[in-house]
C-alpha cells in the first residue's frame, strides 16, 4: 500500500511539474526551458522517491545505503542534464524540435503542447518509478551496486564530454554549417544519447543485486528500455536527423555512411 501511494503522489508531483512547463513555455514563447524542467524535475523528485520510507520500520533507522546511493545517482543526473540544457537555452531562439511540432499543429498547437508535455510527465514517472524501486532493494550493498557506480560514472564522463566536444565545435566560426565529426561524434553520431541511456541502465542495476528475494526488481529495467526506445526510435535521432538532413544534404548522408548511429564503434572507411 506504501508503495501505492507513493507512486500515486509521484505521478500527481510530474503531471503539475510539466503542467508548469507547458504554461512557461506559452508564457515566455521558449520550449527549450521545457527540457531544463524535465530533467531537474524528474530527477528531483526520483532522489526523493528513492528516500520515502515504505514501511514504519524505515522511519525509525532513516535510508539505508542504497537508497541515499540512488539519491545521489539522481540528483546528480538531473543536476547535470538540466545545467547543460539550460545553458543551451539560455539567449537562444526556440528549441527547432518545438518549433517544428508548433508549425505541424497549427492553431492546435496549445493543447497539443500540453498532451505532448504529459506523455514527457509519463516518461519521467517510468524513470523514478525505477529509482523508488531500485532504492528499495532489501539486503547490503554489493558487487552489483559497485558496478552501477562504475557504469555511472562512465556514462556521465562520457556525455559530459560529449557535449564539451560538442560546444567547443560549435564555437569555432570556422565550423559553422559543418558536422561535428571530431572525438566521440565520430565514433556515433550521438554520443550523448548512448551516454544518457547508459545512465539508465546504471540506476536499474541495483534494483537486480537479488532478483530471487526481490522479483519486483525486475521492473526498474523499463527505465532503460524505454530511454532507448525514445531515444533511438521517437523523440530522439529521428527528429534531430530529419533536421540535419534538411540543412546539411549530401554533408550529412556521407557522415551517416561513415558513423554508426547510436553505439559507438570505429568509423567506416
Known amino acids: ?13 510530474l503531471f503539475l511539474l ?13 520550449s527549450g526551458w521545457v527540457d531544463t524542467i524535465w530533467s531537474l524535475g524528474t530527477g528531483l523528485f526520483g532522489a526523493l522517491a528513492a528516500l520515502v520510507p515504505l514501511d514504519p520500520a524505515d522511519l525509525a533507522i532513516g535510508p539505508t545505503a542504497r537508497q541515499i546511493l540512488i539519491a545521489l545517482f ?12 539550460g545553458s543551451r537555452t539560455k539567449g537562444s531562439t526556440d528549441d527547432p524540435r518545438y518549433a517544428k511540432l508548433k508549425e505541424t499543429w497549427g492553431d492546435d ?3 497539443q503542447m500540453f498532451l505532448f508535455l504529459q506523455t514527457q510527465a509519463i516518461a519521467a514517472f517510468v524513470l523514478d518509478t525505477a529509482c523508488l524501486i531500485a532504492a528499495h532493494a532489501r539486503g547490503a550493498l554489493s558487487y552489483v551496486d559497485g558496478l552501477a557506480i562504475v557504469i555511472l560514472l562512465i556514462a556521465l ?17 570556422q565550423n559553422r554549417g559543418q558536422i561535428c565529426d571530431v572525438g566521440l561524434w565520430s565514433w556515433s553520431r550521438h554520443p550523448n544519447y548512448f551516454f544518457e541511456w547508459l545512465i539508465w541502465c546504471a540506476f536499474a542495476l541495483p534494483a537486480l543485486s537479488d532478483p530471487i528475494a526481490y522479483p519486483t526488481g525486475a521492473f526498474a529495467l523499463l527505465a532503460p528500455v524505454m530511454m532507448y526506445v525514445l531515444l533511438v526510435h521517437v523523440s530522439g535521432i529521428p527528429p534531430l536527423e530529419a533536421h540535419m538532413q534538411a540543412s546539411r544534404g549530401e554533408r550529412f548522408d556521407r557522415y551517416k555512411a561513415r558513423v554508426s548511429a547510436f553505439w559507438p564503434m570505429p568509423p567506416r572507411d
Not at 78 to 83: E, K, Q, S, T, V
Open 157 to 173: 564522463g562520457g556525455e559530459g564530454i560529449a557535449d564539451f566536444q560538442l560546444r567547443r565545435f560549435k564555437a569555432n566560426s
Open 74 to 85: 539522481c540528483a546528480a543526473w538531473g543536476a547535470r542534464l538540466a545545467f547543460h540544457i
Open 1 to 13: 500500500m506504501a508503495m501505492l501511494l507513493a507512486l500515486m503522489a509521484l505521478a500527481i508531483v
Open 18 to 30: 510539466m503542467t508548469g512547463a507547458w504554461w512557461l513555455s506559452l508564457k515566455t514563447g521558449q
Open 109 to 111: 498547437y496549445r493543447l
